[in-house]
């Protein structure tokens, strides 16, 4: 028989262990880099750039329209990867904690 009250006591858990979980994405890092490394890109798992490195041969004003594109699709390349990163982190950190339930998806609760 399906106990409710257990089950409301995982659920608890899981809230718990899910705020944990989320507040520990601030130092899951993810990198991204474009222009064959001439732009690198550093996320967190909270999606907040936290490092950029250009490479000085880029650094002329009339690079200026390459040097932005290539910032915008290494920061974009690194935000995807913490994507898949803090998915992972919270996947892992409720591991086993909810149980199986036919045609009740609880993946919303993974971001």
Known sequence: MFDMMKM????KE???RMKEAQESLV????EGES???????TVNGKKQLV????DPSLLKETDKVILQDLIIAAVNKASDEADVL?????RKSTEGML?????MDLSGLMG
Request: proline share 6%; aromatic share 0%; glycine share 12%.
């Open 35 to 41: 222009g064959a490394g001439l732009v690198k890109a």
């Open 51 to 54: 490092s950029l490195e250009i």
């Open 27 to 30: 130092h899951v890092r993810a």
């Open 99 to 103: 149980p199986n339930i036919p045609g």
């Open 86 to 90: 803090a998915k992972e982190t919270l």
């Open 8 to 11: 409301m006591g995982k659920v």
């Open 14 to 16: 899981v809230q718990a």
